[in-house]
């Protein structure tokens, strides 16, 4: 099982939100995972929906989270890189991309 996430751009339209989840979909079909649902980060610099989404893959028992590039984390390396280690280390679970990063 496998869980997406999303930090919703103020620009961002439907179109471009649901293209993002169908390549998030796709990627995770491939790499033989079955999609559960996708979190999505709507507020400029909340961390609400990364909080639930924590909380899922541990109440899940979950190890996967895709995003669709590890700039919908944090586009700032350190702060994607501590929410990268929370998700590891709070709910052993791995981050993967589809296009490798």
């Known amino acids: 099982m496998i ?4 930090r919703v ?4 339209t439907d179109d471009d939100l649901e293209a993002s989840e169908q390549q998030m979909r796709r990627f995770t079909k491939v790499e033989g995972f079955c999609y559960a649902s996708t979190f999505y980060e ?3 610099g909340s961390r609400a929906a990364f909080e639930e989404l924590t ?3 541990k109440r899940a028992e979950a190890r996967h989270v895709v995003v669709p590039s590890l700039e ?5 390396p350190l702060l994607r890189n501590h929410m990268i280690e929370r ?3 709070d709910a052993d679970a791995h981050v993967l991309t589809p296009d490798g990063s």
């Open 3 to 6: 869980y997406g996430y999303l």
């Open 72 to 76: 919908h984390l944090s586009s700032h």
């Open 55 to 57: 909380n899922e893959l």
């Open 87 to 89: 998700l590891e280390l």
């Open 9 to 12: 751009a103020d620009d961002a």
């Open 42 to 44: 709507d507020v400029s």
